[in-house]
């Protein structure tokens, strides 16, 4: 069954510097989004991303946010300059059109920030 | 407005026993009602979900039930097993958006006991 892959699944990193969290999404969907959770809360809307370009983002989603599918296969979050509360799961899901049903998400990757 | 209130925070129940988990809505916009299962260190996976012009679905021991007029809607996990144990969050889809983003309730962690 196809499914969303992340990479990496681990990312320790030190305050204020730029974190680069990579997914591929599942082969023919066409939105594309990333979620955070932070450790024991609920999972939280970050930003959606269709035809190349954000359709909607969150409070969260700051200017030290942003996102790039730099190719047909990657979706890319960075994360410019980090923050202690930065520190979270990030979750890429990925869902064919706008239509259909079910997000698919991947395994997250667990940013650190020391 | 776009919460998603859940219910109970956290769960034990006895293997053969039912587990129920609550959530309830604001925003009338919602229009898809999905419930992942998450189990520690992997991403939100999709159980069940329902629309609200259905008030029952039910899927091998899994069942939402749904009340429009409350809004409220509800997992029900008959027989359940410790391979249950997890963390469950109902969610809710903002088709208003035009982006289908999910907004997640806080999460029931529940501990299945043998």
């Known amino acids: 069954e196809p499914e969303v892959t992340q990479t990496p699944s681990h990312q320790v990193t030190q305050m204020g510097q730029e974190v680069i969290l990579r997914c591929v999404p599942i082969?023919?969907?066409?939105?594309f989004y990333w979620y955070r959770q932070i450790l024991g809360q609920k999972v939280e809307f970050l930003v959606s991303?269709?035809?190349?370009?954000?359709?909607?983002k969150s409070e969260i989603f700051d200017d030290q946010f942003s996102v790039e599918r730099p190719d047909g296969s990657n979706f890319t979050l960075k994360i410019r300059s980090t923050k202690l509360e930065d520190s979270a799961m990030y979750f890429c899901a990925s869902t064919g059109t706008v239509y259909t049903d079910t997000q698919y998400f991947g395994p997250g990757t667990r940013l650190t920030v020391l | 407005q776009q919460q998603v209130k859940q219910s109970p925070q956290s769960l034990i129940v006895q293997k053969g026993g039912i587990s129920i988990i609550n959530c309830a809505y604001e925003n009338t916009a919602f229009d898809y009602f999905p419930w992942y299962q998450q189990f520690p260190g992997k991403g939100p996976a999709l159980l069940i979900a329902i629309r609200p012009d259905v008030s029952e679905k039910k899927e091998g021991r899994f069942t939402i039930s749904f009340n429009k007029s409350a809004k409220q809607f509800s997992l029900h996990i008959m027989d359940s097993q410790p391979g249950d144990s997890a963390t469950y969050f109902c969610?809710?889809?903002?088709?208003?958006?035009?982006?289908?983003?999910?907004?997640f309730g806080t999460g029931t962690l529940l501990a299945v006991q043998p």
């Open positions: 991303f269709y035809n190349n370009e954000i359709s909607e």
């Open positions: 082969s023919n969907h066409l939105y």
């Open positions: 969610a809710a889809r903002d088709y208003g958006g035009a982006t289908n983003k999910l907004i």
